[in-house]
């Protein structure tokens, strides 16, 4: 039988070693099948031009390690039960058989329930997380990487895993010009994305059982996040002016994490009268906070209140930030404000858990930021959003007239509170993710309102039409008379 | 007084907020010290050439948020006391001073230490980590940058945090044929490095004081993430055959950390005899094993081993490797093979502490790998550092004529055993760096042998040779008669 062998004379892979490797892959690929007869060394020899004691090695290999068996006087064959075919049965037998294999591996049972968030994507999709490509500044990134590789003379020897200094340079002034954010870019460490900021900050401070404040209704997978490191979550509720302060607990915590900027899901701008109080309530809990900014960097009216960290007397406020949300995820890079005191430590914890980003990406970003071509992108975005945000909000009055928007000033979401007597926005969400249009339900928890939260950043106004009025269809389905508009 | 303030008209960011942040700026970094006057609204406005009305606007919030004060018919004034002198105050005092601040931040000391790993940096610096810039295949990855962002139609609404679909395919293909490594994409997250990777491990498994075996003598960081997750740490000896199987704990243990192809630093390949004894332990002790693959992509000469992961016949190995140590940091992807069962668990996990890396970047590799670029550089620095290899050696040959070389028939690096009579590696490579000269030492730990380490990969023939004859000088300098070669 011919070998449908592909092998290189001159690959870094010894001849050997490719005979070997393919013809394993054969054998556990189930190509060749067991007890099947293999070629003879010297008609392989042949075949592919090379010397026969190579083919010979590689049999004997593939002999010494089963997945070939010589018999005497008839030849060489596949062996009946080569090692891989374990591991096939393993993987056909799916996950439950886990816990009948439970004494083989008791550990993975004491790591704690890791939720999998992965919506499938409907047609018209309005939740958080989807980017329209054509809003990607694709031309200029390629135009700033062709900069970067193109004078690229060397990489530092050891990379701080805080990030390529001119991006750390090049985020501490857009902070400051565009923020109002003064940092020095040593307190800056450039993370893979605004999540991995968090985990880093809960891998500095959290123990099991330890109290860590989140909003609720909170879409940031912080609290996810937060809980899987083993942190005891205390809810604290949003209103329309941001995280209410009046129900933070008493006690000790460690974190509490907020987006004051334009909270998410709801919204709401975390009002200034309530920034100070927040602040001194840190410090007498002991505890930091977290300044999630990664949705507010675009805003329509109101001017956005000093940030925390800008606030901040006691280094208490840790400040993160994300170009994914303004760059789509095409770029995951975000960035971490870590408090004078304790730079080093985080840069440490850094190195250790990750090491840093690339090198490369982050050096075109850096470029990118310093040119000032984000800005350009940023003002593009927020024109664009602002059409789609206004067609929105027109379709959803048409359809609807009732019910009331909260979180128009900024960002690219918008929340529906629901006019009474319409079902739970999670079974609504449900219902029209089965007719392909994707909505965000504020939150399945009863204690915080019932809203339908829509992202509009990624769907332009056709779509968006499109969208309101299918969700319409649905809703009068629903119940007919309750919420068709006066028309 | 004039003020330097740079308004653009056409910003996302209100004109009113410009002022205010900008205005800021100056008065937070001292431009405009404490009770200086400043211009008034009119003359700025008329400055700038806006309306008085923003200009007072923004004035009205400096002065709320105590920035500028002003005094009745005299005029505005930058306060005596700005609110951040505060926290100039406190990055100013320095680390130590957290110690009386104790009280405002206990969280941070209940993290277990995390050691910091950054060496400066030596004009010949044989130590692990320093990459050639010249063999960075720069051109090859802007086409292949090229291709992806000029054909890039859209990203996915939902990125698989697993990572890029094209990506997983290429990776499982290219361990196929060239490390006969047969794995479904499916079980391939893509890391932001091998890093990322242990530390997504450790995530899964491992409880404050679990077991995790490290071999002895170890560079890869590894020993240092598992101790800071908390884990008790049990140092399995190395010798010329790699990890010492006859060293591993009768007990329980929840992960045993190993690099087969190319130990690091010592450099010897796990021998073939040692692969299933080390699996049938793992299956004993309840432990999962990490291979760890970074280092051991080119080799000279032997075959490599068939992998753990493909002798395993339980799915008790997960398998690391990483792209940054043929590619330098300037691409920082690495992945992990997860075994079958617990993919959904680990996928998991990386979306909620990390959500995936980025996706141009992403593509790009897949490309590179797909197109054959990838294995075209991999023979390309294989033939190159195989010459640095060679001329590593014989300098050394040269110089000492004496101990021994271990691990030259893989990776960018080899160590050299000291002959008796010299002084602790540690303490050479520390005298060496004054020199400007970066040796690495095998290990302080006095249980593994004395040793050198030099990773070659970085350094052309001359700088080697160089370092070699001024290694030599030090040495002498330490014991005249033991180490000059007889020449």
């Known amino acids: 039988m011919h070998l449908p062998l592909a092998l290189e004379k001159k690959a870094a892979v010894p001849l050997q070693d490719q005979i070997f490797g393919q013809l394993r892959g054969l054998i556990v690929s189930g190509k060749l099948k067991p007890n099947s007869r293999i070629v003879a060394s010297r008609f392989l020899a042949d075949q592919v031009g090379i010397s026969r004691t190579t083919v010979i090695l590689a049999y004997d290999r593939l002999v010494a390690e089963g997945y070939l068996e010589t018999r005497p006087a008839v030849g060489t064959f596949v062996s009946p039960c080569p090692p891989e075919a374990t591991i096939r049965e393993c993987s056909d037998r799916g996950t439950e058989s886990i816990l009948r294999q439970a004494d083989v591996r008791p550990a993975l049972f004491r790591c704690p329930p890791l939720p999998c968030r992965l919506p499938t994507p409907c ?57 109002g954010i003064t940092v020095a870019p040593e307190q800056i460490i450039v993370t893979s994305g605004s999540r991995q900021a968090l985990t880093l900050i809960g891998r500095l401070f959290l123990r099991p059982r330890d109290t860590v404040v989140v909003e609720t209704p909170t879409r940031t997978g912080a609290a996810d996040l937060f809980e899987a490191m083993g942190a005891r979550l205390l809810r604290v509720p949003v209103d329309e002016h941001g995280l209410d302060v009046d129900w933070l607990p008493g006690g000790a915590a460690v974190l509490a994490h907020i987006t004051p900027s334009h909270q998410i899901p709801f919204g709401s701008t975390l009002a200034q009268h309530r920034r100070r109080p927040l602040i001194e309530w840190a410090r007498t809990a002991g505890a930091y906070l977290i300044e999630d900014d990664c949705n507010g ?76 071509e984000y800005d350009t992108h940023l003002r593009r975005l927020r024109k664009i959003w602002l059409q789609r945000r206004d067609c929105l909000i027109e379709r959803i009055g048409e359809h609807f007239g009732t019910g009331r928007l909260v979180g128009t000033e900024a960002g690219n979401d918008l929340v529906w509170l629901l006019p009474p007597g319409l079902p739970p926005a999670a079974e609504i969400a449900e219902r029209s993710a089965r007719h392909d249009i994707g909505v965000g339900a504020l939150s399945a928890d009863t204690t915080c309102p019932n809203g339908l939260l829509f992202s509009y950043g990624g769907l332009d106004e056709t779509l968006i039409s499109e969208g309101v009025a299918g969700l319409a269809e649905i809703l009068s389905s629903v119940r007919p008379h309750s919420v068709c508009a006066s028309r």
Not at 318 to 338: A, E, K, N, P
Request: proline share 8%.
């Open 297 to 372: 960097v675009i805003r329509y009216q109101g001017t956005a209140p000093t940030s925390l960290i800008a606030l901040d007397p006691y280094g208490l406020v840790f400040h993160v930030g994300s170009f994914s949300q303004t760059l789509g995820d095409g770029v995951r890079l975000g960035y971490l404000i870590v408090p004078p005191e304790m730079t080093a430590t985080a840069i440490a914890a850094k190195a250790v858990f990750d090491d840093g980003c690339s090198w490369f990406e982050q050096m075109v970003l850096a470029d990118f930021i310093a040119g000032g």
């Open 123 to 179: 047609r018209i999709d309005f939740r958080p997380g989807s980017h329209d490509p054509d809003l990607l500044p694709l031309k200029s990134w390629l135009r700033a990487t062709q900069r970067i590789l193109g004078n690229c003379r060397r990489i530092p020897v050891v990379p701080s895993p805080a990030g390529a200094e001119p991006l750390r340079r090049a985020i501490a002034e857009w902070l400051a010009a565009r923020r």
